[in-house]
């Protein structure tokens, strides 16, 4: 799976980046929810290339069959991630996911049928029965706090579960230990060339 987060410019249109600001990763300077679209598309995201919309991840993810994690990162993300997804026909290929449970419970809401995984920056008894109440069908953990007892919980709710983000591989194979459903990292080379050997 690809993983990518979404935010609205001030001018609502949906854009990816992992930042809320885009001064880490651009040349610019300023709040992605404070520009607009056209002044964001100047800025030089690295060797010439532009911050990419939402849209152009999805075509590309759609062309290649890959599934996709869109976590909805920005405030009032839902609906415009949700109707871009719809308008490539993707519902079944796309996930939502956000740390924010209300924008998981919006995208219910707004589809029933849409994919959604609750993420939680440390693992506790909290966590499967936050996932449940908003209809996630993912709870997405630290991989620091995973634990084989929430393992085996959120198995037991049948919700598929996700460690994020080991990137050594001395992390990595401890997180593959526990028996996870799913692995994000920001080293899927370290990760791929693990599961190889180990396989």
Do not use: Y
């Not at 885009?22 to 607009?36: F, H, K, L, P, Q």
């Not at 920056?121 to 029965?129: A, H, K, L, T």
């Not at 995973?146 to 401890?174: I, S, Y």
Request: aromatic letters at 4%; glycine letters at 8%.
């Amino acid at each position: 799976m690809l993983e990518c987060d979404v935010h609205l410019t001030r001018d609502r249109r949906l854009v990816v980046m992992h930042d809320e600001r885009v001064d880490r990763t651009t040349n610019g300077s300023g709040a992605i929810a404070e520009m607009s679209f056209a002044d964001l598309r100047r800025l030089d995201a690295g060797r010439g290339e532009r911050v990419p919309t939402a849209d152009e991840v999805l075509e590309v993810a759609h062309a290649a069959g890959v599934p996709l994690l869109v976590e909805l990162k920005g405030a009032g993300t839902p609906e415009p991630a949700l109707e871009a997804v719809r308008a490539r026909g993707m519902l079944e290929q796309v996930t939502f996911t956000s740390f924010a449970l209300e924008r998981i419970a919006e995208v219910r809401r707004l589809e029933p049928r849409a994919r959604t995984g609750a993420i939680f920056g440390r693992g506790g008894p909290e966590c499967v029965p936050a996932a449940l109440s908003v209809g996630a069908a993912a709870v997405c953990i630290q991989f620091r706090t995973l634990t084989p007892a929430l393992v085996e919980e959120a198995r037991a709710a049948g919700l598929e579960l996700r460690a994020w983000n080991p990137d050594t591989e001395e992390d990595q194979q401890a997180t593959v230990a526990l028996g996870p459903d799913g692995v994000s990292t920001n080293r899927p080379d370290r990760l791929l060339a693990l599961l190889h050997r180990t396989r």
